[in-house]
């Protein structure tokens, strides 16, 4: 089915390991999409939604016990472990291989084998990557053919000769004991069995796009990362871009499609992706960012009207839903939704709704959506050479500790404040919810190989460029003594992004402190905001002390990375605790 003879080979040898009963090379075309579509109607796999306030979307309830990332499963299985470094879970490739194997054989008997070939990036960038994922699941064909470019163009692209990332994937029993994601970099290889979820899954999206991409970004020269792609348009018509890594479900697809509040008249967001962003070097020396995927795979608790009108326009056709709820009239609903909740609710294991029982949606309940249905898409998401970046935003969930936002004082700075990133954790990995943990570029569950390496890497840019974006930190998710939320969030966030783009047209003011520039509470426009001067303070303050403990921890986490650890971080280190020192003998 190919002229490929690298692809034909792999397919024939995972063919003869599975046995499945058919093999079907996916073509990406409508009429394949009906076929599939009817099929899972039929064995039930698949539920269709009101056909008039919901055109061609369709209800997927997963196994019970596979609602996320297993991170405690995914290993990265590289010859030398110190390759995969203490953020990875590691197993020797040759071990990882028989054990995978063993339960490979003969999985697909009784099943249909798909064979995708997919694009990741835009046709005709030079920055897009090929591959193929092998799956017995038609739910993953019908997800990756929303979240990636899969079908004939792509297996085109492979057979004039491209590289491509080779995925072997079957949900086997849905057991979670016997259940892993397994990466080999150095094969270009991804093997996920036992699970039938998200980025267990689709193989194109953390797996592909992520862990392999960041390791070959490293030895050629780029950048895979973790991150949301945004347009800024102002008033006068100009548009800057932001690239911003937060850890899954912190609200990166809400960011990306922001509709600033009303007293911004003139300002747009245009949305280039909404979760990772492959970012290179351009020939004028700036970093220019493509969004690999297709689709958006989004949180759907939390999403409404309010939090994101231009997501909720997205999502009114063609779109695949994961664990949601279901009303009386077939429609979607999940908790934080507009309106009241109706009577009567379908919960996301299809039991009639009990409050006893949790949510009626799965906390990480998800919406798979192509990008191009969304009103604020940009013009420029399928640009070949992708967008160029004024800067780049990390962030996390904290309730204390990190300001609403602060700027880096140069890119080695810029990096030490993504690597030290703490975020609490939530629903999208299985897990305990709302620990603090460091997540550093928000890469942790991601980064194909050792931080300290990876760190190295981002740091070698500063000596490859003078141009490269201004780097912030920002934190949406501080709370007061009363445990509520003192930054609005949203919609509002746009106060932030906007002394952020004035910051990189050297047109804002700040002050600087130990951990970066901060704003004045005069910096941020909040007019029409219902906000005190006093919040606005205590969201901008850095506690000495308090930093002084943060720093602390920063240096003891990096200190993990042994010999790895680029100098340059450990004298970021130094440097804030010395400048903090000064300031509390003062
Ligand atoms: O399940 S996914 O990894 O695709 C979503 C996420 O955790 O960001
Ligand atoms: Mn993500």
Redesign the pocket.
């Known amino acids: 089915m190919t002229k490929n003879q690298a692809l034909a080979q792999w397919i024939a040898e995972v063919t003869a390991l599975t046995q499945p009963d058919n093999v079907h090379w996916c073509d990406g075309s409508e009429q394949e999409n009906e076929l599939l579509v009817a099929r899972m109607l039929e064995d039930g796999s698949l539920i269709r939604l009101n056909e008039e306030t919901h055109p061609n979307c369709f209800l997927h309830r997963s196994a019970p016990s596979d609602v996320?990332?297993v991170e405690h499963l995914t290993f990265v299985c590289t010859r030398d472990k110190e390759d995969a470094g203490s953020n990875n879970n590691w197993m020797d490739p040759t071990a990882a291989h028989t054990l995978m194997d063993g339960l490979y054989a003969g999985c697909m008997r009784g099943r249909t084998m798909y064979v995708i070939p997919y694009l990741m990036g835009p046709y005709g960038s030079p920055y897009s990557r090929a591959g193929v994922e092998v799956t017995d699941s038609p739910y993953v064909v019908a997800n990756m053919r929303v979240m990636a470019r899969i079908g004939t163009q792509a297996l085109a692209h492979i057979e004039a000769g491209n590289s491509f990332v080779k995925g072997l994937h079957s949900i086997g029993q849905l057991d979670p004991e016997n259940r892993y994601i397994a990466h080999f970099p150095e094969e270009l290889l991804i093997k996920s069995f036992g699970s039938g979820?998200?980025?267990?899954a689709?193989l194109g999206?953390?797996c592909h796009a992520l862990r392999i991409a960041s390791w070959q970004a490293r030895s050629e020269g780029w950048l895979a990362e973790?991150m949301l792609i945004l347009g800024i348009e102002d008033p006068a018509g100009n548009t800057s871009y932001v690239a911003a890594a937060f850890p899954?479900?912190c609200g990166k697809t809400n960011l990306a499609m922001l509709v600033p509040p009303d007293s911004f008249k003139g300002w747009k967001v245009w949305t280039v992706g909404d979760?990772i962003a492959w970012l290179h070097l351009g020939e004028d020396g700036r970093l220019w960012a493509i969004n690999p995927e297709a689709g958006f795979?989004g949180v759907a608790p939390g999403t409404s009207l309010k939090t994101n009108p231009n997501c909720m326009r997205t999502l009114g056709r063609d779109a695949i839903y994961t664990n949601v709820a279901l009303t009386p009239s077939m429609e979607p609903w999940w908790e934080g939704i507009d309106g009241e909740k109706p009577a009567g609710l379908i919960d996301w294991q299809g039991r009639p709704h009990d409050p006893a029982n949790g949510p009626a949606a799965h906390p990480?309940s998800?919406f798979t959506v192509a990008a191009s249905q969304c009103p604020s898409y940009s013009p420029q998401a399928n640009a070949p050479q992708g967008v160029p970046l004024s800067a780049i935003i990390f962030g996390g969930r904290r309730s204390t500790v990190a300001p609403l936002v602060f700027e880096a004082l140069d890119w080695a700075h810029g990096v030490f404040a993504g690597a030290a990133v703490a975020s609490e954790t939530t629903a999208?990995?299985v897990g305990q919810v709302g620990q603090v943990r460091r997540d550093p570029m928000a890469m942790k569950?991601f980064c194909g190989y050792n931080f300290g390496d990876y760190w190295a890497h981002w740091l070698s840019f500063g000596e490859r460029s003078s141009k490269l974006p201004k780097v912030f930190h920002v934190n949406w998710f501080r709370k007061d003594g009363d445990g509520k939320f003192m930054w609005p969030g949203y919609g509002d966030n746009m106060r932030v992004l906007k002394w952020i783009i004035e910051r990189c047209e050297g047109r804002a003011e700040a002050r600087r402190t130990p951990v970066g520039l901060v704003p004045h509470a005069g910096d941020v426009d909040v007019s029409g905001l219902d906000l005190t001067h006093q919040t606005l303070e205590a969201l901008l303050a850095i506690d000495p002390e308090i930093w002084q403990r943060e720093v602390g921890e920063i240096g003891e986490f990096f200190a993990t990375y042994g010999s790895r650890l680029p100098a340059q971080l450990r004298a970021q280190v130094e440097r804030i605790q010395r400048e903090l020192e000064r300031q509390l003998a003062a």
């Open positions: 996320a990332r979820y998200g980025g267990n689709l999206k953390k973790h899954s479900a979760d795979f990480n998800r999208a990995a569950p």
